[in-house]
Every structure is written in C-alpha cells, then in structure tokens.
C-alpha cells in the first residue's frame, strides 16, 4: 500500500505480491487429481490414527463418555476403545479407585461410572432395619428399598444382605470394589466392602452357587408365607407363578383374596 497522495493500482489489493509464487495452472489431462487432496484425520487410509499402539496412548486419557463415542467411529477404533483395560481404568479415575475386580456380563456396564453405579454391602444382622441403615449411611430409605427392589421392610430378614447407595465420593478413593449381579437388587452394581471381602462361599466365578441360591430361595418363601399369612406350598405357588419376584407374588395373592372376597362375602 502506497502512500495517501499516491494511486494505489485495484490489481495489487486483488492479487498480493505472492499470488505469483502459488501455481494456479490447472493440471494436466493425465495429471491425477490425487496430488491437490488433503488428508482427513477421519481418513481410514491415515495410517498415524489406524495404529493400534497410537490408538491406546489417545484412548487411555479419555473419559467413559469420549470413549463411547470413538467407538462409533470405525471398527479399529470401536475395537481399542472397547478393551476392558482402558474403559476399566477410564471407569476407575473419577473417583481414585484402587482395582475394580470382576466381569461385567455386558461391556455397557462401563459406559456408566456415575455414583449411582455403586453400592455398598451391608450384612443383615439382628435388629437391623431400614431406617436403622438409613441413618447409620446417611441415605434415604426409599433410596435403599429402590436399589434394593424392595416394597417392604418385610422381606428384610429373608436377605443376606442389603445394597447401600453410596453418599459420600469419599469413599470409593483408594478402595477396591467387586462387579457383581445382586439376585434381588436385580442389577449390576461395583459393590464396596467396608469390612472385608465378598464370601467366597456364595461366589463362585462371578456367579452366586447353587446351593447359595437355594437357600434364598428358602429364606424368601419363608418371608413371603409370614407377608401372607400363609403355608409354605402356598407361598412357594404364588412365588413360582410370578417367577421368583415377591412383589409380583404378594400382587397375585391380593387380587385372588379380593376375587375370594367378592365371590363368597361370608369367606373373610
């Protein structure tokens, strides 16, 4: 640009001095066209993003939801992003775990590490309710009889042990929690114990013993002919046709006593 008196030519601010230097030359017929393509770095033919080792070194300072959606990319990147070492340690990090120990059935138990994913294993003793436990966690009833998939405090007893949600973050720093699929909870929780270990009388792989699960079922036939007021044949009837779920038992009980009810009013 000139100087104010000066004429300044239109073809110098249209064109700059290294517009010269750029060849604008259109290619030639058998030129490829290949030679004026920019690589992509969604390219699959970019060999830096495919590398498997390259791959790792990205995905292992990713968190669970970056990790779920580089694994919508491409096949490559869906097969390192899924890999139990990385999203393990990704579900590990927001809350300092030490180890988290087990399988899970499904991988999408790892795309979610939010608070609500554990819980903590409390051992039923005498005197134990829910209130009790309630107070002595710092939780909400009904958020132990949510997690829990209780509808009463009845069925208490007939458990082993109760899910606790976890309130304090604090908790879960430098601890080690056990994948686990809780029979009654109906879900699968990283279950923290406070006082040492899971059994390994009723674990067996991963998965709860036969005879463990007899005994529950012993224990919920038992809990379930007290709710109804019943006898053990007919508390084992109404659990098996509402295949193993209580509540869904104690439902089919009401709506037959009311039908009972209606039918013959002289029966109550």
């Not at 590398?51 to 990319?73: G, H, M, N, Q, Y």
């Not at 601890?175 to 029979?183: I, L, M, Q, R």
């Not at 009980?253 to 209606?262: A, G, I, K, P, Y």
């Amino acid at each position: 640009m000139g100087c104010c008196g000066d004429e300044e030519n239109d073809d110098d601010i249209l064109n700059p001095p290294y517009a010269d230097a750029t060849d604008t030359t259109a290619p030639s017929v058998g030129e490829s066209s290949n030679s004026t393509t920019t690589i992509s770095p969604m390219n699959s033919h970019f060999s830096a993003l495919t590398c498997r080792d390259t791959l790792r070194l990205i995905f292992e300072k990713l968190p669970i939801p970056d990790l779920a959606r580089s694994s919508c990319v491409c096949r490559v990147w869906s097969s390192v992003a899924s890999d139990q070492e990385i999203v393990a340690k990704a579900f590990k990090a927001p809350w300092n775990l030490k180890e988290v120990i087990g399988k899970p059935a499904s991988l999408s138990f790892w795309r979610d590490n939010s608070i609500g994913k554990f819980a903590i294993s409390h051992r039923i003793v005498r005197g134990d309710s829910v209130a009790s436990l309630a107070v002595k966690y710092s939780v909400q009833v009904m958020d132990i009889k949510r997690l829990n998939n209780m509808m009463s405090e009845h069925g208490i007893y007939s458990r082993e042990r109760l899910l606790i949600p976890v309130s304090n973050a604090e908790i879960l720093s430098e601890a080690t929690c056990y994948v686990e699929v809780d029979n009654y909870a109906k879900r699968e929780v990283a279950v923290l114990y406070l006082e040492g270990g899971p059994d390994p009388k009723t674990i067996n792989g991963g998965s709860i013993s036969s005879c463990s699960v007899l005994q529950s079922k012993r224990r919920v036939v038992e809990s379930l002919r007290r709710s109804l007021r019943v006898d053990d044949a007919t508390a084992s009837y109404y659990l098996s046709i509402a295949n193993g779920d209580p509540r869904a038992a104690i439902s089919q009980f009401s709506q037959d006593l009311r039908w009972e009810t209606n039918t013959h009013p002289g029966f109550a």
